[in-house]
């Protein structure tokens, strides 16, 4: 399986809940530039899975604009604490290979190290960072971190 864990662009710092922060005009920008990196990259996709917060939700609309075939799945388990053995689990879970899934720090980096190395702590992944993980065994630790892009321009690390 190969997914691609995208953080939300930037948001705003206050709402009267963290799950309605809203993406700033940047935010949008920089999540509409994943979508497009990624659609360059020429990837496709099983599956748009998606944390239920606002700036996730908005995230994914701007990424859609490169996907109009992808449909969003809200996903409850990809909030910001979510356990990444969870996760993990779930997609494996799914037999999808290629899923695109849209949440928040910490659970990105920690999904990330999960993935590919026995680690409490993964990849630095600013707003709008995305990473390619590939796990052809379908067994924690055993994935490769294939690449690593932060916004705004998304150059290969």
């Known amino acids: 399986m190969e ?24 935010g949008e920008a920089d999540a509409l530039r994943a979508g497009q990196c990624l659609a360059e990259l020429d990837f496709s996709f099983d599956a748009l899975w998606v944390s239920p ?36 689990e779930f997609i494996h879970r799914s037999g999808l290979q290629r899923v695109l899934l849209i949440s928040h720090q910490p659970l990105v980096s920690d999904l990330v190290a999960y993935m590919t190395e026995p680690s409490d702590y993964g990849p630095a992944m600013a707003p709008a960072s995305m990473a390619c993980v590939e796990n052809k065994h379908g067994l924690p630790g055993c994935g490769e971190l294939r690449w690593l892009r932060h916004a705004p ?4 690390e």
């Open 53 to 88: 917060y606002l700036r996730t939700q908005q995230t994914a609309q701007q990424v859609l604009k490169s996907f109009s075939d992808l449909q969003p799945s809200t996903q409850e388990l990809l909030t910001p604490e979510s356990n990444p053995k969870q996760v993990f």
């Open 3 to 26: 997914i691609v864990i995208l953080r939300h662009g930037q948001a705003e710092g206050y709402a009267t809940a963290d799950a309605q922060r809203k993406l700033t005009a940047k």
């Open 153 to 156: 321009e998304f150059s290969r």
